[in-house]
DNA sequence: GTCTATAATTTGATAGAC
DNA sequence: GTCTATCAAATTATAGAC
């Protein structure tokens, strides 16, 4: 157990690096050569510091997310005060889930965007290790927002809420990974300056949070009667209503 | 130039053990002996048939892309034809372009739902070779919808319906890849049988597009005036209007 | 804590017989 | 087209001197 307070460098020096890295290459793209010789440390460092490549991969993530989830919670815990046992807004949940996490893109000492834009990529890369550390790392703070949005949209199936928190968190990932087809919209490429910009993560929350809150309040799909038709199935019943008018209740207030 | 009409069983069961493995694990954590093995040809099959293991990567998405994009095509031709030159209704763009994409998951001959959650996961892994690769198969497609979208919101900023492209993409891609800290939601797990059962394209249709639509066509954001006061910024300006009554003007017809 | 040296495997690719 | 055998390089991890 490294617990010496000397030469905080080393050990923060990898991390930073392992991150950036990451972020570029993906976990299996990235070797611990290419990790230790863009820190300038010795090759063995990683393994005395944090005893194997995927304990290192779960170290850059736990040190973000011990901050983002708890202060997630913090955050919830202070709109509910405020509520008096009313439900919230979902604009509240929402600015309070996914505007706490881009406020991390504004701040290098919170990983900026470069740690926004490896937790983008990580979500679809599905090796067992971490998937599991994310299980881990996620269970409290999911379970709590949740029932947040349980609450703050009574008429629509929980259900089909935790499928549009599904979305919602796949525009978001999508999004801040920041590698598209439609490389016109955010302009930068991978390992770019713009994409470590800070003001990406201002730009993209007046973007994202309007499609967000638009999607989680959509009109109730139809109770899917016909299956078996393929090209009828979806799209065609959502053009009529568009909005408050529907089954939808808007938040109170 | 392997041009020989004999055993078209070897070089079409590696593109399918392929498939499979790069959906499971990624371009990177797989490797050639995996994929020779699981698909019983010898390892240097792959080098004769395809030459490179990154070409090899490349044929697995040329051979689905190749009849996506072109169907995709073909609707909108279809679809702007009988519109005679009015705009589309933005639900017929989504159903056109995510529509047939859904559609893949439905049959096994276009790749099922390994395809779909394979190119799910792809879209975030920036590997240079894949995005270049990317870049040139959609080019056409983007741009063909890009105008659609265009045409079918005219009252949306054309910068805006980019980003909102932008986000559906997103929703779609990792709904798609079906790794998610929602467990609760997918209710499957990678590699899965679940996973690959061809009704999940028609359970995730039904959910996905109504939000798709509400996002796509989501109130405009406020002109993001104080970008100064983080927890303001976002969500607040989104809660009163909840739909046909704002900036945006719904579909015609 | 840092470093050198190296073990033990695995990787993508190829030469050449059949 | 298929196969065996193999190369050259890269990988994670560790032992042991300082």
């Known amino acids: 157990m490294p617990d010496q307070k000397h030469c905080p460098d080393t050990h923060d020096r990898i991390l930073d690096v392992a991150e950036r890295l990451f972020m570029a ?86 990983g900026g965007m470069v740690f926004l834009r490896l937790l983008g990529r990580t979500l679809t890369e599905p090796a067992d290790f971490i998937r599991t550390f994310f299980a881990g790392e996620y269970a409290e703070v999911v379970e709590r927002y949740k029932h947040a949005l349980f609450r703050a949209l009574p008429d629509v199936p929980q259900e089909e809420i935790l499928w549009r928190f599904h979305f919602m968190l796949g525009s978001m990932s999508y999004a801040l990974a920041g590698t598209d087809v439609l490389e016109i919209v955010t302009g930068y490429e991978p390992g770019d300056a713009m994409a470590t910009d800070p003001a990406a993560a201002r730009r993209l929350s007046a973007r994202v949070m309007p499609f967000l809150l638009a999607g989680l309040r959509a009109p109730l799909p139809a109770p899917l009667a016909s299956l078996s038709s393929p090209s009828a199935t979806s799209g065609d019943s959502c053009d009529a209503p568009s909005g408050a008018s529907s089954r939808v209740t808007p938040s109170p207030a």
Chains 1, 2 share one sequence.
Not at 33 to 56: P, Q, W
Not at 71 to 89: S, T
């Open 25 to 110: 290459n993906g976990y299996e793209g990235t070797s611990m050569r290419m990790i230790t010789s863009e820190a300038e440390v010795n090759l063995a460092a990683v393994n005395y510091h944090f005893g194997s490549k995927e304990a290192l991969m779960r170290e850059v993530f736990r040190r973000r997310l011990l901050w983002l989830n708890r202060e997630r919670i913090v955050l919830l815990d202070a709109l509910e005060a405020a509520a008096a046992g009313a439900p919230l807004k979902p604009s509240q949940v929402l600015e309070a889930f996914f505007g706490t996490l881009l406020r991390m893109g504004e701040d290098p000492a919170l």
